[in-house]
């Protein structure tokens, strides 16, 4: 067993089961953890969750990391019970089959098997082919449609029952490391900075943000409602240390090499000379990511957002991103939350960061 003690407030955020537009449990988890330390908490139409500290302070910083993750959505029940849906973000294929899956319905949790043709009863050219998402359904053991419907309604949210476990040392897996990483990041943010009986400049708004997985649709909304000057997005960026990834096309990170500072048009070049040197100061390990475009991320809307916001991006290494369990290092997740205090503490009175 690894001695490594993973933070009580990202365990609880893992098992969280919060499929875009279904973020319940990410929510509550966030509201138990953050806003005891926040001097002004509030909810949205959208779901987002947004934590104030300092809320006199002057620039104003929004920290943004978003707490859905990936999910299915029934969509059907067959005559003989046998449940179809559809996928919620980006899901690879090749990896729903064979899982086990948990099912949120109003009247709790059903679990379930997804299923498709065996193997065994394919014909060769069968076997070469990914199955389309129609080809794929959910097995509750129900015999009928009728039976299925009385514990399972259209439109009730799935996930992968894969929960989160440490396999060596610092070194964890997960089916939602993407982005409940981010969420717990700059809500620990807030909480230590709350702790500090330094002085903060800045007033920091800790957002968790709800249905990037779907277009960073709570990104957009917060960002008009918080107005900041600056803006933070943590999100998982991909290790490209694994076999049959060609670092030519993908760049060169690795887990454990810690936090993935980005470069290129969707950051604000001073926020990331100011990461660089808040990485420095704290002597903490760093990479850094070019991208040549937005970003995938909550910062390609937040940068955007109504005059335009000085926005950075730091993403935490991870491995096989998008498939039900996904590896990071929570030593990159530490670094990452000093990283983000020390950001905060070096911000000055009327710092903007205009360029």
Known sequence: ?????????????LHARSPS???????????????????????DAMGNRIATLNPKGDPVLMLA????????????????????????GGHDRTVISGRRVVIQTAKGP??????KRAIHLMDEGDRKKVPEIHEIWIDIGARSKKEALERV?????????????L????????????????????????????????????????VATAQEEIGTRGAITAAYAVNPHIALAVDVGHATDHPDCDQRKFGETKLGGGPIICRGPNINPKV??????????????????????????DARAIQVGRGGIA????????????????????????????????FTLGLDRGDYLHW
């Open 311 to 342: 926005t950075g991006l730091v993403s935490i290494p991870l491995r096989y991103m998008h498939t039900p369990s996904e590896v990071v290092d929570l030593e990159d997740v530490e670094r990452t939350v000093k990283l983000f205090v020390e």
């Open 1 to 13: 067993m690894s001695k490594y003690q993973a933070p009580a407030f990202l365990i609880d955020l």
């Open 167 to 206: 396999i060596h040392g610092s070194v964890g897996t997960a089916r939602a490391f993407d982005n409940k990483v981010g969420a717990y990041v700059v809500g620990e943010t807030l909480i230590r900075l709350s702790a500090m009986k330094k002085k903060l400049a800045a007033r920091l708004v800790s």
């Open 272 to 297: 990331y000379e100011r990461l660089i040197k808040a990485a420095k100061k704290l002597r903490i390990p760093y990479q850094l990511e070019a991208d040549p475009r937005p970003t995938g991320t």
């Open 110 to 115: 059903v679990t379930g098997v997804t299923g």
């Open 153 to 165: 309604s259209i439109g009730d949210t799935v996930t992968y029952d894969h929960e989160f476990e």
């Open 65 to 88: 990391g978003h707490m859905d993750e990936l999910g299915l959505i029934i969509t059907y029940v067959n005559k003989d019970g046998f449940i179809y849906f559809d996928t919620i």
């Open 21 to 43: 537009g279904a973020e319940f449990e990410a929510q509550k988890v966030f509201d138990r953890h953050v806003e005891p330390a926040s001097d002004i908490y509030a909810n």
